[in-house]
């Protein structure tokens, strides 16, 4: 299965965090939030640029910029 950016996926699916890019700074704040590479991340809804998603039990709203740099499968 081909990774791609946590932006393209579609609404609903579970997907599997392959790795997270960014700064530093961007790839702790993504860590602390729950994004870490094998856990498991679903888009619940998308508005106006930021996605609703439900990743660790929680649920994480984050810009476009945020979702190009996560990396799923």
Do not use: H, Q, W, Y
């Not at 996926?9 to 890019?21: L, M, R």
């Amino acid at each position: 299965m081909m990774m791609m950016p946590l932006s393209m996926v579609k609404i609903g699916e579970p997907n599997i965090i392959c790795k997270v890019g960014g700064k530093e700074e961007t790839r702790r704040f993504l860590e602390n939030l729950g994004f870490v590479p094998g856990g498991t991340v679903m888009v619940v809804s998308e508005i106006g640029g930021n996605m609703i998603v439900n990743v660790k039990d929680s649920r994480v709203a984050i810009g476009k910029d945020m979702a190009n740099k996560i990396m799923v499968r």
